[in-house]
Nanobody, 129 residues
Framework: QVQLVESGGESVQPGGSLRIYCEVS????????IAWFRQAPGKEREGIAC????????TAYSDSVKGRFTISRDYVNMVSLQMNSLKLDDAAVYYC??????????????????????WGQGTQVTVSS
């Protein structure tokens, strides 16, 4: 069974840094594009970062996180999101996602949630002083 599992979410102060992880079981992540989304209470789920399959490793970011967040492939089965200079508005549940039949999702960004067919359960990131 293919699963995505996020981890690493915790409470941090504004201006702080945090790294969260997306670990996959059941497939080799190198052949798939992986995206991070986030959803704050009362808001729509927002696509914030994407990394292409390992053939080119292209990345894409939303304007809200560009220059502060970095998506990377850590291991064959793990993608992480390094978040720096965190703001109060970054507080949300963070989800990783992929599409098992389209490895070129990052070529056009941002994407909608409907473009992805496999999701993790999310990890909570809290930003407060």
């Amino acid at each position: 069974q293919v699963q995505l599992v996020e981890s690493g979410g915790e409470s941090v102060q504004p201006g702080g840094s945090l790294r969260i992880y997306c670990e996959v079981s059941g497939l080799n992540l190198n052949g798939y594009a992986i995206a991070w989304f986030r959803q704050a209470p009362g808001k729509e789920r927002e696509g914030i970062a994407c990394i292409s399959d390992s053939s080119d490793g292209r990345t894409a970011y939303s304007d809200s996180v560009k220059g502060r967040f970095t998506i990377s492939r850590d291991y064959v089965n793990m993608v992480s999101l390094q978040m720096n200079s965190l703001k109060l508005d970054d507080a949300a549940v963070y989800y990783c996602a992929t599409n098992l039949w389209d490895s070129r999702l990052c070529d056009r960004w941002p994407r909608l949630t409907g473009d992805f067919n496999l999701w993790g359960q999310g990890t909570q990131v809290t930003v407060s002083s």
